[in-house]
């Protein structure tokens, strides 16, 4: 019903900066939002931020606030994480999901993109 594509993905230095974007495809729409989750080797997944497709809400893991930004386009139909201040603890694979629920931030969500990688050397 729905298929999202990431990429924006790479390799910097601590303190550099990256965006990622995120195609979304499919009915999305409803106060439900799309999700920004990534996963380090040896670590559980976990949201990293998400945006309602209506109205714009956000959330964001604490360790980010401050240096991560999510945002929406319609016209385009993308979503964005504009990373900032990274480091290396940033080190994992970013994936884009949809359905997040703001009211329950536990449950998983059921589509997937095929994630991309995002590397802070020190």
């Known amino acids: 019903q729905v298929q999202l594509v990431e990429s924006g993905g790479g390799l910097v230095q601590a303190g550099g900066s990256l965006k990622l974007s995120c195609v979304v495809n499919g009915r999305t729409s409803g106060p439900y939002a799309t999700g920004w989750y990534r996963q380090a080797l040896g670590k559980e997944r976990e949201l990293v931020a998400a945006?309602?497709?209506?109205?714009?809400?956000?959330h964001y893991l604490d360790s980010v606030k401050g240096r991560f930004t999510i945002s929406r386009d319609f016209a385009k139909n993308t979503v964005f994480l504009q990373m900032i201040s990274l480091k290396p603890e940033d080190t994992a694979i970013y994936y884009c999901a949809f359905p997040v629920l703001m009211a329950s931030l536990e449950r998983p969500p059921d589509y997937w993109g095929q994630g991309t990688q995002v590397t802070v050397s020190s």
């Open positions: 945006i309602t497709w209506n109205l714009g809400a956000t």
